[in-house]
């Protein structure tokens, strides 16, 4: 079966500085993957997505950053974290065989301070 | 173009049934629902494809109109482990693709004992 893995569970950072979270999946191959980004209260707010190594399409102009350096990998970066940043940071994936049916890590839970 | 949701919260008691609804001005690939409890990751619940399509699994059941512009999701006969917030995700293409999904702003349900 599928797990999909996120790390760290929670992480507070101060203004400016930079930040790495990471995604991995497991038990499958050549997924599609995905960040989202929820801020408190709100809904779900797509912020990358990749349907294959190194292939990276951005929907929100912002500073963060998305690679895929390997097959079932998928990290979100900043250089400088801004207040507004803070949220609860989702990874998903979804098979390309399927009809998009996506799948949630836990979640990473960012406070900018 | 994000699709709507209504109403934007419900509250039950146990045992009572719930409808939850999502709309699109345009016709729709595909809808997704999603449950996410509070501060856990959204869990897929369901996808409908097809226009006139009904499914479900338990006392959790969706629907999808003919025009495939407005998907209902019912809730019978509720239980306290139904609280959450739902969203319904609508599919479409994106340049030829058919990667994302456009997320509804989400319906908070609390079942009440």
Redesign the interface.
């Known amino acids: 079966s599928q797990t999909i893995h996120q790390w760290p569970a929670t992480l507070v950072q101060p203004v400016g500085s930079p930040l790495s979270l990471e995604c991995t999946v497991e038990g499958t191959s050549n997924p ?1 993957l995905y960040w989202y980004r929820q801020a408190a209260g ?3 707010q ?1 912020l990358f ?1 990749s ?1 294959g190594i190194g292939q990276i399409s951005s ?1 929100v102009p912002q500073n963060l950053s998305a690679s895929r350096p390997q097959d079932r990998q998928f990290i979100l970066s900043s250089k400088k974290l801004l207040l507004s940043d803070s949220g609860f940071y ?1 990874c998903a994936w ?1 098979s390309h065989r399927g ?9 990473t839970r960012l406070t900018v301070t | 173009q994000q699709p709507v949701q209504s109403p934007q919260a419900v509250i039950l008691r146990e045992g009572e049934d719930a409808v939850i609804n999502c709309s699109s001005s345009k016709a729709l690939y ?1 809808v ?1 629902w999603y449950r996410q409890k509070h501060g ?5 619940l369901m ?1 409908l ?1 097809k226009g006139g399509e009904q499914k479900g699994h338990d006392k959790i059941s969706a629907s999808f109109n003919e025009k495939k512009q407005q998907s209902s999701l019912y809730l019978t006969a509720s239980q306290l482990s139904y609280s959450g917030t739902y ?1 319904c ?1 609508t ?1 479409g293409y994106s340049g030829g ?10 319906t908070l349900l609390t079942v009440n004992p």
Not at chain 1, 99 to 107: A, K, R, S, T, V
Not at chain 2, 40 to 44: K, R, S
Not at chain 2, 97 to 106: D, H, I, R, V
């Open positions: 599609n709100r809904g779900l797509l997505y349907v929907e989702l979804s009809y998009n049916e996506q799948y949630f890590g836990p979640g | 595909s997704h856990e990751a959204p869990v897929f996808i494809l969203f995700g599919g693709s058919n990667y994302k999904l456009t997320f509804g702003k989400g």
